[in-house]
């Protein structure tokens, strides 16, 4: 045996003595040090974000336009020609920072069949989405857009939908390192008095599980709140102020809705599917609440304090996140309320189908707003009423302005 590898032969051997003659370890013990050496050997890299498309068919659906803009800032895509077909595409894959984002995404198709008795036909749909998402590091995120049919929907208009899907996978990865050997742990001791029990197998649903990393902040700073999951299980979380380290909850796999309530800020609600074996990081942000809080009146109508404007002639409402969010605590508050988005518009924003068009469209792009903020779509329907009820005169730019809006109805169960 070489020299140089003696010394080291002895301390192993007097190391292995020293292991066997101290007290088995636990089966506890034993996992913790497993589960440190395995997050010693991980080799975390900064989060990805994938985006794919999947449209219609291209023989009934052409696809004319398609925008994707991730935290204000437009994605280059492919040109239609190329992603027009069913898919998926992978349009981009890029490293984003780990937080939180929102993606704006705009598909503007046409009834590619020229059947002149079709109720669709040059018919044009202009759908856009709003979606918010959290990254982390050693996860990608995969957010696909899929254009949809619905051929239940009575109005040729509302037959092509858009939404959104997020999936999660792990990235990092294990560095060619051998985990070291640990001694078992001690059998369990025999009871003279009573027989051996038959060995009980090990439930594989310790693999199953799910696994959610919740963290609730507010600043920036961790904050007391509680968190309620509804879905395959029902389970309720308390954070507690100050803790740093995100709240491990294991649950079935399965979809799931959220809701965060925390004292004196402004409640929170999330939508996530949990798949088996993986573990995925819930965070919320959370902004202190207003005063005076949102009340629906005797007539069943919720008042903005700032209502949405929208330009005119355009669908889509001109940011206003405080109170949406406000809306958002408000409906998080009363789980059993349902909510109608009415969309509205003046009357020299086109003809008349144009306008009842528009008012559709407005409200679709609210409830599409409140949907990416995490409220269940089964809570909200909306309808678009044209210039049919004004609030205000036509005759001056300001009555008009007032006019292009949306009303807020509250439906109770």
């Known amino acids: 045996m070489d020299s140089l590898l003696k010394p080291t032969v002895v301390s192993l051997v007097l190391s292995v003595g020293v292991v066997h003659a101290a007290e088995p370890p636990s089966v506890d013990q034993v996992r913790t040090e497993l589960d440190r050496q395995l997050s010693e050997m991980v080799n975390t890299p900064p989060p990805e974000m994938r985006l794919l498309f999947v449209g219609l068919d291209p023989t009934q659906y052409r696809l004319d336009e398609v925008h994707f803009t991730l935290d204000g800032e437009p994605l280059p895509t492919p040109p239609v020609e190329k992603i027009?077909?069913?898919?998926?595409?992978?349009?981009?894959?890029?490293?984003?920072?780990?937080?939180?984002?929102?993606?704006?995404?705009?598909?503007?198709?046409?009834?590619?069949?020229?059947?002149?008795?079709?109720?669709?036909?040059?018919?044009?749909?202009?759908?856009?989405?709003?979606?918010?998402?959290?990254?982390?590091?050693?996860?990608?995120?995969?957010?696909?857009?899929?254009?949809?049919?619905?051929?239940?929907?009575?109005?040729?208009?509302?037959?092509?939908?858009?939404?959104?899907?997020?999936?999660?996978?792990?990235?990092?990865?294990?560095?060619?390192?051998?985990?070291?050997?640990?001694?078992?742990?001690?059998?369990?001791?025999?009871?003279?008095?009573?027989p051996r029990p038959a060995p009980t197998p090990a439930p594989p649903a310790r693999q199953q599980k799910a696994k959610l990393l919740v963290r609730v902040l507010s600043s920036l700073k961790p904050v007391a709140a509680t968190v309620s999951l509804r879905g395959a299980t029902a389970q309720q979380v308390s954070l507690k102020k100050g803790a740093r380290a995100p709240v491990q909850v294991e649950v079935a796999p399965g979809d799931y809705v959220a809701d965060v309530l925390a004292p004196g800020l402004l409640a929170q609600t999330r939508r996530v599917r949990l798949e088996g074996g993986t573990a995925q990081p819930l965070d919320f942000a959370l902004v202190r609440a207003p005063k005076k809080a949102l009340a629906k009146d005797k007539n069943g109508r919720v008042e903005l304090p700032k209502p949405l404007r929208f330009p005119e002639g355009k669908p889509v409402p001109l940011p206003d996140s405080a109170s949406l969010s406000q809306l958002v605590d408000l409906l998080v508050r009363n789980p059993t309320w349902r909510l109608r988005i009415e969309g509205h518009t003046h009357n020299q924003e086109g003809d008349e189908g144009a306008r009842k068009q528009l008012s559709e469209a407005r409200a679709r792009a609210v409830m599409e707003l409140l949907v990416g903020a995490g409220l269940e779509p089964s809570r909200l329907e909306t309808q678009g009423l044209a210039d049919t009820q004004p609030k205000a005169p036509n005759f001056t730019a300001r009555g008009r302005e007032l006019n292009r809006r949306v009303e807020l109805l509250v439906l109770e169960r």
Request: hydrophobic letters at 40%; a neutral charge; aromatic letters at 4%.
């Open 84 to 194: 027009g077909s069913p898919g998926p595409h992978v349009l981009v894959t890029r490293q984003v920072k780990d937080g939180p984002h929102t993606l704006v995404t705009n598909v503007v198709y046409m009834d590619a069949s020229w059947n002149m008795f079709s109720p669709t036909s040059g018919l044009l749909w202009n759908l856009t989405s709003t979606l918010n998402f959290q990254t982390q590091n050693g996860l990608r995120v995969d957010v696909t857009a899929t254009t949809v049919l619905v051929p239940e929907a009575k109005d040729p208009r509302l037959k092509v939908k858009l939404a959104h899907g997020v999936n999660m996978e792990m990235i990092a990865k294990l560095e060619d390192v051998a985990l070291p050997e640990l001694p078992p742990p001690p059998p369990p001791a025999k009871k003279a008095e009573a």
